[in-house]
Structure formats: structure tokens, C-alpha cells
């Protein structure tokens, strides 16, 4: 099956930090824009940060700008998501996903996200 494979969620206080990551299963990165995005109850899902694999060049969501930091590793078969200064607002399932236009550019509009994977669980509580 062609998803990703998030891990790294769980259960941190409010200040705290968390480190995401997401791996492709059945496929491979290339030069693609990878999105992580978040998901809480009740509330649309919305794309917190981007990386391109093509240049480099991130995004990041004003929720989440100068707390939030998307990477890869050198082979670039992996995108973490180091989360730091958390708070309760930051409580969401949190997915990878790719365009499904194969787009190298950041930020993944919304609509052409895919290669969904099961997420990973973010509770921010004390």
C-alpha cells in the first residue's frame, strides 16, 4: 500500500516538545514537496510546515512558525517534525502527505494531498 508511515506522537505538557517522523512505504521521495499536516476534532485539517526535497525551501503555518521545524535525513527517505514550546492548541493528529501532482513547491494545497498515511497522536495536556 502506497502511504506514509508517521510515528513520534504522544502524550507531552504544555511547553514541551515532541519529535515526528514519516517514512514512505511502497514508494520513494524523490524531489518531492513533503506536508505535514494536523487534523483536531471538530476543526478542518490544516498544513503546518513543508519541505521540498528539490531545494530545500520550508514552510511553516503562522501556528507553528519559530516553534516548529521540518528536516530530512542525508538519504532523504525521511521528514521529521521537531515540535518544540507545545500547548494544548498544538492537540491534533498529525499526517505526511505528497501532491498528488508530484509538485516540488511548498505549501501542498490541500485538495491534491495524498499518500495518507494513519498519523500520529499529539495530546498537549497537564
Known amino acids: 500500500q502506497v502511504q506514509f508511515v508517521e510515528s513520534g506522537g504522544g502524550l507531552v505538557q504544555p511547553g514541551g516538545s515532541l519529535r515526528l517522523s514519516c517514512a514512505p512505504s511502497?514508494?520513494?521521495?524523490?524531489?518531492?514537496?513533503i506536508g505535514w499536516f494536523r487534523q483536531a476534532p471538530g476543526k478542518e485539517r490544516e498544513e503546518v510546515s513543508c519541505i521540498s526535497l528539490f531545494n530545500g525551501r520550508t514552510y511553516y503555518s503562522d501556528s507553528v512558525k519559530g516553534r516548529f521545524t521540518i528536516s530530512t535525513n542525508n538519504a532523504q527517505n525521511a521528514v521529521y517534525l521537531q515540535m518544540d514550546h507545545l500547548n494544548a492548541e498544538d492537540t491534533a493528529v498529525y499526517y505526511c502527505a505528497t501532491d498528488r501532482h508530484r509538485s516540488t513547491w511548498c505549501p501542498i494545497p490541500s485538495q491534491s494531498a495524498h499518500n495518507w498515511g494513519q498519523g500520529t497522536q499529539v495530546t498537549v495536556s497537564s
Open positions: 511502497g514508494f520513494t521521495l524523490d524531489d518531492l514537496a
